[in-house]
């Protein structure tokens, strides 16, 4: 048998303990801010059937969902037909019933519209577990990534949306994460501006495309959307706007003279206007707050208002987190009238984030306090009696499983940070004693046997 070269896919990692401790702190500093607000864990698979998730993420998003081909008897359905006459979207369709999760909010959707009748509402709801996205990996950008969202069903009000905000402000005031921006827009002003150049049947042409400028430039958006079959004359009308500039109060002031008499827009602007104006009022202490027209968020179920979270200027890093409005998602799934917003933060780009500006505390590591050595025999025994009292009163320690040389144990004790080893070889029985020896100073102590819970609770009390 021929040896097989380890390795992963690209755009999956490995995690060793070191990167885990700092997941772990991260992870934790989020359910301790999702809890403050009241927000309840739920899970959901890391598949669904296929039609719970295409459709919902617009035709750029579909072309990335991982699909999961038949299995067994399964794959006798293939539809040759379709493959024969040319017709390969249904053929694959055919092969496939089940597809990864591409992200957390459609299948919480799904479990609201499946589970309506257990569910107490408004539901406040957070959820961290990976998704998969059939992306081009690149730096910031993976294909199994962990997401954490935190959403509100079963209630329109717009505080929902200014609490969404707070609740960034939270977790990044937590993570000593300052400069944080979040730009802020509204799908009805959108649709108004669509309507405004005669574009209302083609509002998803023109958000995808407009949702590019940042990548692609003005001219980029121009092109893609004549190639959809815009009109010049409705670019030209569209220009304007793209070079909006000044604060909140400006901006929205000139887009409230060019789109008056368009009731749905006025409508988004009015939202808007009522959550920045609440946040101005409430104490933000990390995050700062713009308006930023082009922000359009590609997916097709948003409705209101829409928010994507930038990092610190100096760190070249796309988005680290995003959320909207969604009206009529669990429509989909049968369950009429249950407006929802959600928020979600990118967890493996706010971890490189807090990595590159040194904020996670230098001790995460998980790690033992104490090392009982093996000296072998009877010695091994009484040793490891003494290490299980220990772990019994909660305090991590571990038993070298191998009687070797005392430098090889002690290396290990060094190479692994454990600050504390424990000797209890025969001439420790003999004499009813123990000995420690500080691996951070080197200093060594003898002590009696009968006191050893004692001391060392009162050690692993320093570590």
């Known amino acids: 048998m021929s040896v097989i070269k380890p390795n992963i896919p690209k755009g999956t990692r490995d995690f060793s303990p070191e990167i885990l401790a700092k997941r772990n702190y991260l992870k934790d500093k989020l359910i301790s801010a999702f809890d403050t607000f009241g927000f309840q864990p739920i899970e959901t698979p890391s598949f669904e059937r296929s039609e719970m998730l295409l459709g919902k993420y617009g035709e750029e998003g579909d072309r990335l969902i991982f699909k999961i081909l038949n299995s067994g008897e399964k794959i006798n359905q293939a539809d040759i037909k379709a493959f024969e006459s040319g017709n390969l979207l249904k053929f694959s369709n055919s092969l496939s019933q089940k597809a990864l999760r591409y992200d957390l909010t459609v299948p919480f959707a799904r479990y609201v519209a499946q589970n309506q009748n257990d569910i107490k509402f408004p539901f406040r709801r957070y959820q961290i577990q990976n998704v998969w996205r059939a992306d081009r990996p690149q730096y910031g950008r993976f294909q199994e990534f962990l997401q954490c969202d935190a959403d509100v069903v079963g209630e329109p009000s717009l505080w929902q949306e200014v609490e969404g905000i707070l609740l960034y402000d939270c977790v990044f005031s937590k993570l000593n994460l300052k400069g944080i921006n979040i730009k802020i827009n509204h799908r009805k002003i959108l649709a108004g501006i669509a309507e405004l150049i005669g574009a209302k049947s083609q509002l998803i042409d023109f958000t995808v495309a407009l949702d590019k400028l940042s990548k692609i430039g003005e001219k980029g958006v121009v092109k893609e959307l004549l190639e959809k079959g815009f009109e010049q004359k409705a670019i030209d009308l569209l220009k304007p706007f793209l070079s909006l500039n000044g604060d909140f109060k400006s901006q929205i002031s ?89 928020i979600s933060f990118g967890f493996d780009r706010i971890y490189m984030v807090l990595e590159e500006l040194n904020l996670f505390p230098e001790t995460l590591q998980n790690q033992s306090h104490f090392l009982f050595l093996n000296f072998g025999d009877k010695a091994a025994e009484s040793s490891f009696k003494k290490l299980s009292q220990i772990r019994d ?38 004499n009813d004693i123990f000995m420690i020896k500080d691996m951070r100073t080197g200093d060594q102590s003898k002590h009696s046997i009968s006191s050893i819970t004692t001391i060392l609770e009162k050690l692993s009390q320093s570590v």
């Open 254 to 342: 000139q887009i409230e003279d060019a789109l008056s008499g368009i009731d749905i827009s006025i409508q988004g602007i009015e939202e808007l206007k009522f959550v920045y104006y609440q946040l101005a009022e409430k104490s933000i202490d990390v995050v700062t707050l713009d308006f930023d027209f082009t922000l359009a968020r590609g997916l097709n179920y948003y409705t209101g208002l829409i928010l994507e979270v930038m990092p610190p200027k100096d760190i070249k890093m796309g988005s680290i987190g995003a959320g909207g409005r969604y009206d009529n998602l669990t429509n989909l799934f049968g369950l009429k009238n249950t407006s929802g917003f959600g």
């Open 393 to 430: 009163r909660g305090i991590p320690c571990e038993f070298y499983p191998k009687e070797v040389k005392l430098k090889k144990q002690m290396n290990y004790a060094d190479q692994r940070n454990i600050p504390f080893v424990i000797m209890i070889g025969p001439e420790e029985i003999k």
